[in-house]
């Protein structure tokens, strides 16, 4: 795999990403797929390459997916939790970009409550810096491994039907993905409350449908989404109960859909809000682990490209 | 002290022309518009003028107007001088050909008392080459809560009142500064908007807020905010100006209210009138500015309001900001732009598209804020005090923020090609700028 077919410093969203370049990074996930499923699990791709992984918003599984990705490629990889008390000035945040850029790191990892943080600190270093979700505007590797497992499921990434179901309005996983999958010309049906699911995401190209029932009729794809309450500030449902009981995925509603359409969840779940449990856990349909596997894979791919492209740009650069 | 402009292209706002003519200026004041073709000496002499004494400005063309009057300019003097002061703000505001600053009290501390507001008249005057008149705060601390000594403001030279960017939401409180502010004849301007709805909001909500995800208002907020105060002029009989219109859905309801004869006026900003909610693009902060800039729509039908009279001023809202306050992430970072120098060019982009021409354009920016004031200036007419300006409205620029006279220099124009330049600025007849 070579990186000409990926011209980007950073991977900052999905926005700038051509279909092409969709493509040629989950064909090299893919490869990555199959070394993770291998006892000796090792590559040396980012060898004698310095990743930290900056999170300025508490993660357990993106970060730790982040970890796993940079180590399996040979990488010093270093976590830095940096406390939501110690960033209420956003100075900080461009000085501590500042000062990490001059330790010399080559990948940053970057999530930020705000939107369009990762995007300013990308400006301040002269390394190659990931987005792992900055407030509620992109989270990029997210919706390619979700567009991984997809692929994988359906054998295509195109020409499906798939619906992205609940809180749309606080997520930065359903832009991501809302952009990802319209550009590989997929047909995309937002379902959820309009508190949640507001009408100005029609012009992103999608149907909306406030009735699971209805909105479900005959996806490939059933993509459910976490209530954010640590995002809301205001009553944006009634209850919880309540939400469960109209919006919630339980094997009623799910019935609507095609028959061997799968159900995705970025995690983590709040069962009995979004998700019944035993969808969730019915190897049949669920493939939530599946996307947990992939996002390894789809974060090795990304890095080991952006490696290459800035290995390359610091060769011109010297040469 | 006699000064003859001749060979001037004459913007009239009051008389809606726009000719070449000669003007007379003598101690400060405008003695007589004059046509075109008159030989100066022969002139000074019908007149008794000591020719040795009188100084001649040939225009050769250039556009002459009434100077710019600005309401709502913030200085951050007292509490915030790093960011502007009475000095750079009177620099940049002669540089605009802006030659009334009416100053906003959202300061460190709140200019709510006559004591805060003699400090900020004498700073002014001591500083200043343009004229300032200072603006209190309707409510102490601009906290909503209790109305501000409006009287004694006024005897020490307050000129409207008003909480800036703060609604005051208790409709008790305002109705009650709202009838005691008409009891003095005391202008209030206030900021429609409903405070609750638009709480927090960095951009305007549609696609682009929604594809950033920036935390949106709807345009409605202001609909809301306008019709609340229009309801509670019909109460209490108050002058009014609403600080920005900005959206189309506003509009009718400030026609309505002008038609049912209510005291009512309303301005806009200039960032309003000439950017839309795509310019912010990757999160650029010098583009948040409050309320947030709004659709193309928008931007279309403020200008239409302009163009026929409902809007009735444009004001630059110059609002100084530091490099520290914009470089932050678009939610948290200070919004305001500093706009005392670009009003002029920009707002001529509005001509040069030929949405407005010349007399309208000044009407907006100095007729009708110094009418709305009860100012004799913004005038091209026997009595009214010189301030003008002479600009071209033709000769281009690239907009280099670093060469603002402004202490700070956030400006959305940064490295935009521009049209119009001020050659010289004159207050009460004396130039206080030349370029």
Redesign the interface.
């Known amino acids: 795999m070579s990186a000409a077919t990926f011209d980007h410093r950073h991977l900052l969203g999905i926005e700038t990403l051509k279909p092409h370049e969709i493509t040629a990074l989950l064909d090299l996930a893919d490869s990555y797929v199959e070394l993770n499923r291998r006892p000796e699990k090792h590559s040396d791709a980012l060898a004698g390459l310095t990743q930290i992984n900056m999170f300025f918003e508490n993660s357990t599984r993106t970060q730790a997916s982040f970890e796993i990705a940079g180590k399996r490629l040979g990488a010093d990889v270093m976590n830095m939790a940096m406390q939501a008390s110690s960033i209420k000035k956003g100075e900080t945040l461009i000085d501590t970009a500042m000062t990490l850029n001059a330790m010399h790191p080559d990948l940053l990892v970057v999530r930020h409550p705000h939107s369009g943080a990762v995007d300013l600190l990308s400006q301040k270093v002269n390394c190659a810096v990931l987005n792992a979700g900055d407030g509620k505007h992109e989270h990029p590797t997210q919706a390619l491994l979700d567009a991984l497992t997809i692929r994988r499921a359906k054998g295509r990434l195109h020409r499906l039907n798939i619906a992205i179901c609940g809180d749309v309005a606080h997520s930065r996983v359903a832009r991501s993905n809302l952009i990802l999958l319209g550009k590989m010309e997929n047909r995309i049906r937002l379902i959820g409350p309009p508190t949640l699911v507001p009408g100005q995401f029609a012009e992103f190209g999608a149907e909306i449908y406030d009735d699971m029932r209805e909105g479900l009729k005959d996806v490939d794809v059933v993509m459910m989404l976490r209530l954010q309450k640590e995002r809301m500030d205001g009553g944006f449902i009634p209850s919880e109960r309540e939400y469960f009981h109209r919006f919630g995925l339980d094997a009623d509603k799910l019935s609507h859909a095609k028959p061997d359409a799968i159900v995705m969840h970025p995690g983590p779940m709040n069962r009995g809000v979004e998700i019944d449990g035993t969808i969730a856990d019915d190897i049949n349909r669920s493939v939530i682990q599946e996307q947990v596997e992939m996002g390894v894979a789809v974060r090795m791919a990304a890095m080991d490209l952006l490696a290459q492209n800035l290995r390359k740009s610091r060769q011109a650069e010297a040469s | 002290m006699t000064l003859l402009f001749i060979n001037a292209r004459l913007i009239d706002p009051e008389a809606g022309t726009d000719s070449l003519g000669a003007l007379l200026v003598q101690d400060g004041v405008i003695a007589e518009v004059l046509p075109e073709g008159m030989e100066p000496g022969q002139l000074f002499r019908a007149r008794n003028i000591d020719e040795a004494s009188a100084q001649v400005v040939d225009c050769s063309g250039k556009c002459l107007a009434p100077g710019i009057v600005d309401i709502g300019v913030k200085v951050c003097e007292p509490g915030e001088r790093h960011k502007e002061s009475y000095k750079t703000a009177g620099l940049a505001a002669a540089a605009g050909g802006v030659t009334t600053i009416v100053t906003r009290p959202d300061t460190t501390p709140t200019i709510d008392s006559p004591e805060t507001l003699e400090f900020v008249t004498r700073r002014a005057q001591a500083d200043a080459p343009v004229n300032v008149l200072p603006m209190a705060a309707l409510t102490k601390e601009r906290a909503g809560r209790e109305m501000t000594e409006i009287g004694f403001l006024m005897d020490a030279g307050a000129v409207a009142f008003s909480d800036c960017d703060h609604v005051v939401s208790n409709t008790k409180v305002f109705s009650r500064a709202l009838t005691y502010a008409r009891s003095c004849g005391a202008l209030v301007i206030a900021h429609p908007q409903e405070p609750l709805l638009s709480a927090?909001a960095a951009a305007t909500?549609?696609?682009f807020?929604?594809?950033?995800?920036?935390?949106a208002v709807s345009p409605m907020a202001e609909r809301m905010g306008l019709d609340r105060d229009i309801a509670l002029l019909e109460m209490t009989g108050a002058k009014y100006h609403a600080d920005q219109i900005t959206t189309a859905r506003a509009l009718p309801a400030l026609e309505r209210a002008k038609a049912n004869g209510l005291d009512i006026t309303a301005g806009t900003s200039i960032h309003h009138l000439t950017l839309n909610e795509l310019d912010v693009a990757?999160?650029r902060t010098f583009f948040k500015v409050k309320p947030p800039l709004r659709s193309e729509e928008d931007r279309l039908a403020v200008i239409e309001a302009v163009r026929t009279g409902l809007i009735d001023t444009i004001s630059s809202m110059h609002t100084p900001q530091d490099e520290?306050s914009k470089?932050?992430?678009?939610?948290?970072?200070a919004a305001g732009a500093v706009a005392l120098e670009t009003l002029l060019p920009a707002a001529l982009r509005l001509v040069h598209a030929q949405q407005l021409d010349l007399p309208g354009l000044f009407r907006a920016l100095a007729l009708n804020p110094a009418k709305r004031l009860g100012l004799a200036s913004g005038r091209l007419s026997a009595d009214a005090p010189a301030d003008l300006v002479l600009f071209d409205p033709d000769a281009p620029f690239v907009m280099d923020r670093f060469k603002l006279r402004s202490k700070s220099q956030n400006t959305p124009y940064d490295g935009q090609r521009m049209q119009g330049r001020v050659l010289a600025t004159y207050v009460a007849g004396t130039a206080v700028f030349t370029n």
């Open positions: 927090g909500s549609g696609k807020a929604a594809l950033r995800g920036l935390p990757d999160y520290e470089r932050l992430p678009f939610e948290e970072a």
